[in-house]
């Protein structure tokens, strides 16, 4: 299934100051999680954030949570069992997700998703986990669960479908 900008919201998943350090590749994941976030932002597409105990692990990136519409606490690992589906827009049936860790709060919400009947999709190249092979298995097994994959430019272009998108320019200079 194609991405749709109209129905699509991004969920940035846990981004948060205390945890990010000890993700691998870091920086990466979160250059892509803004660049993702940045274009979503230009196309109106609603985006949200989940915290996981902010007491504890602090708050997302401060550039990421400017970029949200809206955050949510959490504490259970899906963030589903915290009621997030309440504050998902009712005509958005599509969620892309990114952030941390892939193969906890990430997976887990996105099966959550899933069972709540949402197209989902892992923007693979901006969710990151302490070790490379957990994010690995996470990737595997949410394709298995019925997401799909894609990378942060394979979502901008099919939210644009045309070069003739008035945001294409803006959006080539931040993928490029």
């Known amino acids: 299934m194609r991405a749709s900008p109209d129905q699509t919201v991004l969920l940035i998943i846990d981004m948060q100051s205390k945890l990010m350090p000890a993700i691998e590749d870091h920086a990466h994941v979160l250059g892509q ?14 985006i949200m ?21 809206q955050t949510v606490t959490k504490f259970y690992f899906d963030g589903c069992s915290d009621g997030l589906v ?18 906890v709060c990430l997976m887990q919400t996105a099966l959550g998703l899933l069972e709540h009947g949402f ?18 298995m996470a990737s595997m097994h949410l394709k298995e669960s019925g997401a799909t994959l894609k990378t942060v430019e394979m979502l901008a272009f099919e939210w644009l479908k045309t070069c003739q998108h008035p945001s294409f320019k803006n959006t080539l200079a931040l993928i490029k």
């Open 33 to 46: 999680c803004i660049r993702l976030a940045r274009i979503a932002k230009q196309l109106g597409i609603p």
């Open 49 to 69: 954030g989940t915290e996981e105990n902010p007491a504890g692990l602090g708050g997302n990136h401060p550039e990421l949570k400017s970029l949200c519409d």
């Open 86 to 103: 309440d504050h998902i827009p009712t005509d958005r049936k599509q969620l892309v997700l990114v952030g941390c860790e892939a193969h």
């Open 119 to 136: 197209a989902v999709t892992i923007a693979i190249d901006a969710i990151g986990s302490r070790q490379s092979l957990d994010k690995t």
